[in-house]
């Protein structure tokens, strides 16, 4: 009983701290021109004490006119100098004092280095405040017990967040960490086997699991299938209540009853009775492992997830109105559209399309986030967006962002200028893999196969991607006329023969049809 008066209290307490922003939030839609222009001078007057700010003369910015004209767009690229030179204490672009720089990948192997102050932070801390309101706005729980996504840590020399949880701060992280189910000490585990092992064993030690909150649902999927393919395995370490693992020991504490219960049921629905709500990334490539998600738990509601950059917040799911909407309150937006005219994300029009343009609370001013959006209806006077994949040459299977051109610079060393074409390949959730499709070769094959791999991981989300064993190892298989094939295949999907041009990395996804077409 006092459990469930806790659990109340505090989902009355969160109910309560996200109450305003989500309300001040849904007036902003009806108001989006007066938010936006609000947002864009806050922006301007805060960075008019950095020396990005002066060098652009953002003091003289007054409208959105005179900021288009006085500040380029940039991509990562225009300013890792810059950033660099922020770093060692040359230069500045963020203002008020930097908190850490959490990395993500560029578009070359080079990681970029984002950031953050506690504006930022505070920004993605809103995002979140909204969010939860609205789901305790729409769920009634009972244990508030929830996973939220985390990622096993990757070697470097910076200074970032552990994990996703630390998108939260100061008292509302205090009154959640009792809900999470994150084992003490999984952000010290470094090997992903591992660290998929001890996520299962604490997920199948909880039995009144209720939120599942993840941006992949490949990354959840992931977990189901640790859980699928190694249950007596784990049975057996939950029995023995421990785990070690690389100099740690994890404690899982489990009743007999809950064991009995484990070892009675082979589903995963049943695993978690209490599950009422997944959160999780289901636009683009995310479609079709997000379906396979639902299919596992037919009777626990599915959330789509917002847009979110490890640069900015940018959507948020809102129950109510079944879209996800722009956080308008914490950045500008642009879009590039396909004409390539750039106008006001809140200007465009009803199905129109481009790229995002994000101006943030870091330093990152009308900043190419790669992202192609399109408006798909409007919630009061403010567009509503859904994500349509990434701009340029570029497949995201996993999260590795891989382009022609990064591909190409990893690899064609390789290859002896050999006809070749590198393919996503996805068979399943356990099984994504890139395939290299190359005329002739007179060595091993298996030898190619490592050092492409080992090229291609040179690439940061690449590299990530197969640690986590999300990818699968690369493989190598030989194709005479190669060229021949690649524009057979085209022509027979009613492809003009003259409109075919030979890629290095194909881009479309090879599903197990698409992959048969290949030897027939």
């Keep these: 009983m006092i459990r469930w008066f806790t659990v109340k209290f505090v989902c009355l307490l969160f109910r309560f701290l996200g109450m305003f922003k989500r309300r001040a939030f849904l007036n902003s839609m009806q108001l989006p021109q007066r938010t936006q222009e609000k947002c864009l001078k806050e922006i301007c007057r805060e960075m008019t004490e950095t020396d990005y700010g002066k060098k652009y003369g953002l003091s003289g910015v007054t409208d959105y006119q005179s900021f288009k004209a006085s500040v380029p767009l940039i991509n990562y690229e225009d300013i890792a100098d810059v950033i660099e030179a922020q770093k060692n204490g040359e230069y500045s672009i963020t203002p008020g004092k930097i908190l850490f720089y959490e990395n993500t990948s560029g578009s070359s192997s080079k990681c970029k280095a984002i950031p953050y102050n506690s504006q930022l932070k505070k920004s993605f801390y809103n995002m979140f405040l909204i969010w939860v309101s609205d789901v305790l706005k729409n769920h009634s729980l009972n244990t508030g017990k929830m996973f939220l996504s985390i990622s096993p840590g990757v070697a470097t020399d910076e200074e970032g967040m552990t994990d996703d949880t630390d998108y939260l701060s100061g008292f509302g992280a205090l009154l959640l960490k009792p809900f999470l189910i994150k084992p003490d000490g999984i952000n010290h585990v470094k090997d992903p086997d591992n660290y998929r092992k001890i996520l299962a064993l604490a997920l199948l030690a909880e039995k009144d699991l209720e939120i599942v909150s993840v941006w992949s649902p490949t990354y959840f999927l992931m977990i189901l299938n640790e859980i699928k393919n190694h249950k007596s395995d784990l049975m057996k370490y939950l029995e023995a209540g421990c785990l070690s693992v690389e100099g740690q020991c994890f404690t899982f504490k489990v009743s007999q009853k809950r064991l009995e219960s484990l070892k009675s049921k082979n589903s995963f629905k049943d695993y978690w009775p209490e599950l009422k709500i997944i959160s999780a990334w289901d636009e683009g490539f995310a479609k079709q492992p997000a379906e396979e998600l639902k299919s596992h738990f037919p009777n626990v509601s599915f959330q789509g997830k917002g847009l979110l950059s490890t640069e900015a917040p940018v959507t948020v799911p809102i129950i109510s109105t079944e879209h996800s909407l722009p956080l308008i309150k914490e950045c500008f937006f642009e879009v590039i559209l396909l004409n390539g005219e750039t106008k006001m994300l809140i200007d465009m029009e009803l199905l129109e399309e481009g790229e995002l ?44 962002k891989l382009t022609e051109e990064r591909a190409y610079k990893s690899i064609s060393p390789l290859l002896d200028n050999c006809p070749s074409i590198l393919l996503p390949v996805y068979e399943s959730s356990e099984n994504s893999y890139y395939c290299l499709m190359i005329e002739s070769f007179t060595g091993n094959l298996k030898s190619l196969a490592d050092k492409v791999d080992n090229a291609l991981k040179e690439n940061f989300h690449y590299a990530v991607a197969r640690r986590n064993n999300q990818l699968k190892a690369l493989q190598v298989c030989l194709m005479d006329r190669l060229n021949h094939k690649y524009t057979e295949i085209q022509m027979s ?28």
């Design 493 to 520: 999907s009613g492809m003009r023969w003259g409109d075919i041009k030979i890629p290095f990395l194909e881009l479309k996804i090879q599903y197990e049809s698409e992959l048969k077409s290949w030897f027939t």
């Design 357 to 400: 343009v994000i101006t943030q609370r870091s330093g990152l001013l009308r900043y190419r986030t790669g992202d192609r959006v399109k408006v798909d209806s409007f919630v009061g006077n403010c567009p509503t967006l859904t994500f349509l994949g990434r701009s340029g040459k570029q497949v995201d299977m996993h999260g590795e």
